[in-house]
Every structure is written in C-alpha cells, then in structure tokens.
C-alpha cells in the first residue's frame, strides 16, 4: 500500500516540476493514505502525457472538424459504455456478492455517461451512421480497454471508473463543455451534462469523498491491503491506455490538405531560389 510518506517520496524524488498546482491541489483534496492519493500518485506520469496529448490534438485542430472530435470522443465512449454495463451485470447479477466494492461506488455516483456520449455522437456523425462509424473507427487501443474491462474483477472495475469517470467529475471535463459548444453547439455537450452546472465542488468532493472511503465498513482481513493495491496499480494501466487511444486516432481536420497546398506553394519558390543562389556561388567559387 501506498503511505502518505511514500507518496510524497514519489513527488519529490521523480520531478516535483511535472506536477501543476492544480494537480496537486486536486490530489490533495484526498485523504492522507487513501486511495484518492495513491491513485493519483500512481498515474501522475501518464497524466501529465496525457494532458500534453490532449492539448497537442486540440491545437492540430481537434476543435476545427467536427469528425476529428468524434473520432476521440468514439474512443472513450467505447470503454465507458463497456464499464458502465459492466457495472450493471455484476451489481445486479447472481454474482453480485464478489463485487462489494464496485457496488458501493455505483451507490453512492449516480452518473450514466453512456447516454450522453451517444447523443453526441448521433449529433456529430448522423442518426443513421453514428452506430457503423463508431465500430469502424474504433480502434485497437480502444478494443484492447474493453476486453479488459469485460473479464475485469472487483479491484478493475473500481480502477476503471477511477480513469474514465473521474477526469469528466473533477479533472478538465466540465472545461471543455464551453469550448465543444462553441465549436459545435451545444447539442454536441450531452456528456457533460451531469458534471457542469452549480454543485461543481460538491460533486468533486463527493467523489473523491466515494473513492477514499470505499473500505470504510468492509472486511480487514487481508481484503483491503491487496485491494488498494490491485486499485493503484490497475489504475495506471488504464490510464495508459487513455493515452494510447489519444495517440491513436487517424482523422485530420478538414483544412489540413489545404493547408499543405498553401505551405508548399509558399514555400516552394523561396526552396527553389535558394537552390538556385547556391548553385550560382557554386559556379562563381570554381570560375574563380
């Protein structure tokens, strides 16, 4: 299990400086010792990638074509959607008494992100062609999440909703809303619904609140110290994978080709003279 102590080891030894403030702010807001921490500790690196991926893709245009943004938005809702009715088998299945902790969560974090993921895809892409679009465009990475997250036990569920709900609770989710509706409308920001409006701290606090006391009123023996740990660890793995499905994606913007065009035109002239220039020096270095 990951302590206070060596978590703050961690942060010292292997870069204070890639952590922000508001990192750090926000890992803070957990528990000494608990699991918010630990889990946040443990996917610090990865995090930091992928706050980097995300703005790389948002200055290459993510935000200029509306495929672009539903080619990513595709990739996360495809393991959320495996999550979320992964959730639902297990707690409401004959096997439900081998998923206490999952159960917990799902009690006290009333969110379905499933449903408006869809609704925004159904905007963005077509009523009729969402649906094929999201199984073409699906990629490996994003197959890879969802077939972990089919066979995941107790430890890897709560893992998973750790990676694919938490950024949209209290990470950048309700952020960006503002910026897709401005880009696409607002028809395209279901799935920040539930995470933006009044009540932003309190739902921030009630989850971190959810993760930290998680093993509160359940068995001691041996459960918790393997658990924790399964979670921390789990935890970055799928945060990994995040990052693979944002490197992943294959759409550009609609410009981008015009955009070549115009950077070759302007560019080849001056490329051409200064061939040109080089070849004369050339000939007046031999004459000389």
């Given at each position: 299990?990951?302590?206070?102590?060596?978590?703050?080891?961690?942060?010292?030894?292997?870069?204070?400086?890639?952590?922000?403030?508001?990192?750090?702010?926000l890992r803070n807001q957990g528990r000494p010792d608990g699991l918010f921490r630990a889990c946040m500790d443990q996917i610090r690196r990865a995090h930091s990638i992928g706050?980097?991926?995300?703005?790389?893709?948002?200055?290459?245009?993510?935000?200029?074509?509306?495929?672009?943004?539903?080619?990513?938005?595709?990739?996360?809702?495809?393991?959320?959607?495996?999550?979320?009715?992964?959730?639902?088998?297990?707690?409401?299945?004959?096997?439900?008494?081998?998923?206490?902790?999952?159960?917990?969560?799902?009690?006290?974090?009333?969110?379905?992100?499933?449903?408006?993921?869809?609704?925004?895809?159904?905007?963005?892409?077509?009523?009729?062609?969402?649906?094929?679009?999201?199984?073409?465009?699906?990629?490996?990475?994003?197959?890879?999440?969802?077939?972990?997250?089919?066979?995941?036990?107790?430890?890897?569920?709560?893992?998973?909703?750790?990676?694919?709900?938490?950024?949209?609770?209290?990470?950048?989710?309700?952020?960006?809303?503002?910026?897709?509706?401005?880009?696409?409308?607002?028809?395209?920001?279901?799935?920040?619904?539930?995470?933006?409006?009044?009540?932003?701290?309190?739902?921030?606090?009630?989850?971190?609140?959810?993760?930290?006391?998680?093993?509160?009123d359940l068995d001691e023996n041996g459960f918790k110290k393997k658990s924790f740990s399964d979670i921390v660890s789990c935890s970055g793995k799928f945060m990994n994978y995040?990052?693979?499905?944002?490197?992943?994606?294959?759409?550009?913007?609609?410009?981008?080709?015009?955009?070549?065009?115009i950077i070759f035109s302007l560019c080849a002239p001056m490329m051409l003279a200064y061939g040109l220039n080089s070849y004369r020096r050339s000939l007046s270095d031999k004459?000389?």
């Open positions: 299990m990951t302590t206070q102590e060596e978590s703050e080891t961690i942060l010292k030894n292997e870069g204070d400086s890639q952590v922000s403030s508001a990192e750090r702010k706050q980097a991926l995300r703005g790389a893709v948002l200055v290459s245009g993510l935000l200029t074509d509306k495929f672009c943004y539903a080619e990513l938005l595709l990739q996360f809702y495809v393991p959320t959607k495996a999550l979320e009715e992964r959730m639902a088998d297990v707690c409401e299945g004959k096997n439900k008494n081998d998923f206490p902790m999952i159960a917990k969560l799902r009690n006290k974090l009333h969110y379905n992100f499933q449903v408006g993921y869809e609704r925004d895809l159904e905007y963005l892409l077509g009523k009729d062609e969402w649906k094929d679009l999201v199984h073409k465009w699906t990629t490996e990475s994003a197959k890879k999440y969802v077939e972990d997250i089919h066979c995941a036990n107790d430890s890897e569920l709560v893992a998973g909703l750790f990676i694919l709900w938490g950024p949209l609770i209290v990470g950048g989710g309700p952020a960006l809303k503002g910026r897709v509706g401005k880009a696409f409308g607002e028809e395209a920001t279901h799935v920040f619904k539930d995470v933006t409006g009044k009540g932003k701290r309190q739902r921030r606090d009630d989850f971190i609140e959810a993760i930290d006391s998680l093993f509160d995040n990052n693979r499905m944002m490197m992943s994606v294959k759409k550009q913007p609609w410009w981008f080709s015009r955009a070549k065009i004459a000389s």
